[in-house]
């Protein structure tokens, strides 16, 4: 059943590493994978549609089950939008199956692409973390299947559930989930950009936009320094109350080649943030858009992760808790201006108070910044280092979802309900993160 293949690349595409692979159909096919991914020397793991930026959905050296051909829906109901679907039925299929009745998956993250498992594993958040809290926060029951043969039927309230919301995997293997979908009138946004000058101007808009607003982001300048330290744009919508129900279409530009690395550099970087800001300001103003422009921006382009040229990209996501992420995100963003390098594409948000059901969930309370920092080996890995560093300091976390090179130390500051997790995780799981932030 399990088939060696020599690469399992990480999104980030830094991560590679050789492992067996199965891919099961059908129940009784997923039953017999699960027992059998145990008996590998590095444990087994169930994976999706790959977009975890470092190596928390990957398993070097052991065995992977590929969880996207089980993606059949088993029950959907128009009228309550409760949906009971395999776990390798992705946000994409999710939205095409329930937007013409006027449903929509109540938070998404930055790409469509993801399993409902994947969405679980990893307890996802969106732009309206303030307003609708986590994925996990709207999962009525999930099946769960351990290598020991034992299968589960859980919902709010059993620890084993709340291991398993943003437990990575690693808790027995998420067989189906049943998800609460949220009404919507149709597929389009009102969308406002607001150009900023300064991070204070930032936060302002954030206290200001999170009660009038259900979906707000900003993008920020990060080679920004001096006086103009965290200028960006900030976007905040709500959903329309037009009733055309247009669907996504399929990505229109790809990038069928590793780009050259030479072209991810200082003055290339300066100028895309520069441009980008102006740009930004001369567009600013309201407008009607489609949720893929609003929610899906990068998923327009195919393979954009190959921008990065083949040595790949690391992404560092934060969050910091509200009594410090003033300074902390200045000293992030000073240090980041500092180094030369940076992101062209910098998030910034607000998380809101809405607590997350899982024990290893990444959001809380405060603000997240998260930046793509292209591979140039020693000199990246010392800058993130430094931002860890200040994250620490600060009482933040990383996001396991995005990271592919964190310390034991980091991972465990930032969880404090680690202790209560372990006892649920299933032995005969593992993933390459797992091992190296849990040696």
Not at 305 to 322: E, K, M, S, T, W
Request: hydrophobic share 40%; net charge neutral.
């Amino acid at each position: 059943m399990f088939q060696s293949r020599s690469e399992s690349p990480s999104w980030g595409r830094v991560v590679r590493a050789p492992d067996e692979v199965a891919r099961p159909r059908w129940r009784d096919e997923l039953a017999c994978a699960v027992t059998q991914a145990a008996s590998g020397p590095n444990g087994g793991l169930a994976a999706g549609l790959g977009r975890s930026y470092g190596d928390s959905g990957l398993n070097p050296g052991g065995r992977t089950i590929d969880m996207t051909g089980l993606d059949r829906v088993h029950a959907f109901d128009p009228r309550t939008g409760v949906l009971r679907a395999d776990a390798g039925l992705s946000l994409d299929g999710a939205i095409r199956l329930g937007l013409p009745h006027g449903r929509f998956p109540p938070v998404v993250p930055g790409t469509k692409n993801v399993t409902l498992g994947g969405a679980v594993a990893n307890d996802v958040h969106g732009k309206n973390h303030h307003a609708a809290g986590t994925f996990g926060a709207h999962v009525r029951r999930l099946g769960l299947r351990r290598t020991d043969g034992g299968t589960h039927d859980i919902g709010p309230g059993d620890p084993l559930f709340a291991a398993t919301i943003g437990g990575l995997g690693l808790t027995g293997v998420v067989e189906w989930v049943e998800l609460q979908l949220a009404p919507t009138a149709g597929a389009w946004l009102d969308n406002e950009d607001i150009a900023f000058g300064s991070l204070d101007e930032f936060f302002a808009l954030a206290a200001e936009s999170e009660a009038s607003h259900q979906h707000t982001v900003a993008w920020v300048d990060c080679t920004a320094q001096g006086a103009g330290l965290g200028r960006g744009i900030f976007s905040r919508a709500n959903w329309s109350a037009s009733t055309d129900r247009t669907a996504h279409r399929p990505p229109h530009l790809a990038v069928p080649l590793d780009a050259p690395a030479f072209l991810m550099n200082t003055l290339t970087l300066k100028a895309f943030n520069a441009l980008f800001y102006q740009a930004g300001r001369a567009r600013a103003g309201r407008r009607r858009a489609h949720y893929e422009q609003v929610f899906f921006p990068l998923d327009a382009i195919g393979g954009w992760n190959r921008l990065y040229g083949a040595p790949g990209f690391y992404q560092h996501q934060c969050v910091i808790p509200d009594p410090a992420a003033r300074d902390a995100i200045a000293a992030l963003l000073r240090e980041i201006a500092r180094s030369g390098t940076g992101s062209f594409l910098a998030v910034l948000k607000t998380l809101g108070a809405i607590p997350s059901p899982g024990m290893l969930s990444f959001p809380m309370k405060g603000v997240t910044l998260a930046l793509d920092f292209p591979n140039r080996g020693a000199q990246t890995l010392g800058l993130l280092e430094r931002l860890d560093a200040v994250v620490r300091e600060a009482g933040g976390r990383l996001y396991p979802a995005k990271d592919g090179r964190m310390s034991p130390e980091t991972f465990a500051a930032g969880f404090p309900r680690l202790d209560d997790f372990l006892p649920h995780i299933d032995p005969g799981l593992s993933s390459g993160f797992w091992r190296r932030v849990r040696p």
